[in-house]
């Protein structure tokens, strides 16, 4: 009973990862980045392309992907998001991030194939003891990573100029650019740290599950924004919160109900979030006004 | 070159791709996009294909039950976002999709992850019929008092509210009549491809009705029908297209939103048509006078 906990912790931990990249652009500047799920599956696939093709020490893999992802996010905002988000709709960018997602995935359908590309790392089967139980040392990896991640993001949003000059551009972008913000500048540098963590956590999932695959985004990476509406728009803690009690879920409805429901659970409690509790956990009626 | 288009496989999927492509566009006409279309086609395809092929029921109830089934699962879906924010509607119909590919693939008497076959039934006349029915229905829709409305409330959701319409109650509407085309699409993809898996309703085949949609033009309902019958003959001409498929349409959607935002069929085009048409009627009544 103890280490399912663990591993709903652990779980828990890596869909905080995934959702804190979504919560930043979603939650804070109000733009659907639906693309996300794309750079995380991205992430996934140059951890297969470095570590098993190319054979690179995890030293340089992982700046290397963190660099990737940076790019990746700014490349989004600058094809998908810079000139379609004067729309004043939020379905423009969503359908523009979208069509990067099918470029990204077809890039790598066409060029790896659709089979499930393989990760291994020497760490992969290490066990830790822990008491009288014993984990693997990798979804511990992810735990700490995540902790690190969730650590600097709130430094960076709470502690830093550049953080509260991107939440006062997630407020009004017109006012802040009055008040001599370069809004543009902004929202791309959101969009490089999202993708940052985006890849980060695609890499973390592959090597965890020892196998990255060209429709992961599909199936883990939009998880990510059902995470940040059960948590509440542009709550960060909020987001997190949710991460937890997703993990949690899948991991308790693996165990006590069926294996093949647990990609749905995280849907429908969702969908029973929303029914009785329509802005989310910790979110608040001012932030839903961010999204048009 | 002609014969490739003749085969009533790909009139059906012509049809299909026609019907799909309204049904997302109803939504669209009230403001309201959905994310989740792939979750209604498949509904419609599950439930009708399950009665027709494994409790060997009639074919038109079944057709009917899956037109129901996807209006009632659109409008529920939908009226659950509405509650909080319009762009909720698009993430609950997400839900909607993720929730139907993970009962498609846990119920056994389906198939699971495998599929199942189910009757091939429906000919080519059979989907055009339909498709003529639903566009014709959509014309009517566009010109009627429910159609302004869907267009006020796209234009404006706050001056229609405050001029006493009751903005959640005709988004859901709308939902419930796209979902009902989705269904139809369904139930024929089911009895004509007759083959259907859950993987074929993951949520990138709303995508492609997507992609129709905003290339043909989501002003009017000509947009979506030309922007389907335009990719469905593209993808079909150009061969090495099948592979690049996902390429060509993301490439597709970040050109036409960034650079034509209306897509290729605006409503002025559709005016001057009709203007055309008067100017030939007139010409000819003058002659016979």
Sequence with gaps: MISQVVNGLMLGSLYALITLGYA????????????????????????????????????????????????????????????????????????????????????????????????????????????????????????????????????????????????????????????????????????????????????????????????????????????????????????????????????????????????????????????????????????????? | MIEIFLTPLFLDLLGINILFAVSLYIPSACGQYSFGHCGLIGLGAYLSGAMTTLMGLPFPLAMIAGMVISSLAGMLFSAIGLKSKDAYAAIMTLALAQIAVVAFKAIPATGGVMGFLVTPIVKPFMVWIGVLVCLGFTYRLENSRLGRTFEAIKVSNKVSATLGLNTTYFKVLAFGIGGAMAGLAGVFYAHSISWIEPQSFAVWLTVTAFTYVLVGGSETMWGAVGGAVLLTFLLEFVRFATAWRLFIYGILIIVVLNFRPTGLITRENVHSVGRFFTRIGGFVLRRTE
């Excluded at chain 1, 379609?84 to 194939?113: D, E």
């Excluded at chain 1, 999932?205 to 883990?220: C, K, N």
Aim: proline share 4%; aromatic share 10%.
């Design chain 1, 24 to 292: 930043l652009v979603l939650g804070i500047l109000g733009i659907f980045n639906m693309a996300h799920a794309e750079i995380f599956m991205g992430g996934a696939v140059l951890g297969w392309l470095m570590i098993t093709k190319w054979h690179l020490s995890l030293a340089f893999v992982v700046p290397a992907v963190m660099i990737g992802g940076v790019a990746l996010g700014v490349i989004t905002e600058f094809f998908c998001v810079r000139r379609s988000v004067r729309a004043g709709s939020f379905f423009v960018p969503a359908a523009t991030t979208i069509g990067f997602g099918l470029i990204l995935i077809s890039l790598v359908q066409n060029i790896a194939g659709t089979n499930p590309l393989p990760i291994s790392v020497p760490f992969q089967f290490t066990q830790v003891q822990l008491g009288n139980t014993s984990f693997p040392l990798v979804s511990i990896i992810v735990f700490f990573t995540s902790l690190i991640v969730l650590a600097v993001l709130a430094y960076y949003l709470k502690g830093t100029s550049l953080g509260l000059a991107t939440r006062a551009v997630g407020e009004n972008p017109e006012v802040s650019q009055l008040l001599g913000l370069n809004a543009t500048r902004i929202v791309q540098i959101t969009f490089g740290i999202s993708g940052l963590i985006g890849t980060l956590s695609g890499l973390v999932f592959g090597i965890m599950a020892g196998a990255a695959h060209p429709h992961l985004g599909e199936v883990a990476g939009l998880k990510g924004i059902c995470l940040v509406v059960i948590g509440g728009m542009g709550s960060i803690p909020g987001a997190v919160i949710a991460a937890f009690i997703g993990g949690m879920a899948e991991v308790m409805t693996a165990i006590y109900w069926e294996a093949k429901y647990v990609d749905g659970v995280l849907w429908l409690i969702m969908f029973a979030i929303l029914l009785f509790r329509p802005l989310g956990l910790m979110g608040k009626a001012e932030e839903l006004e961010r999204l048009q």
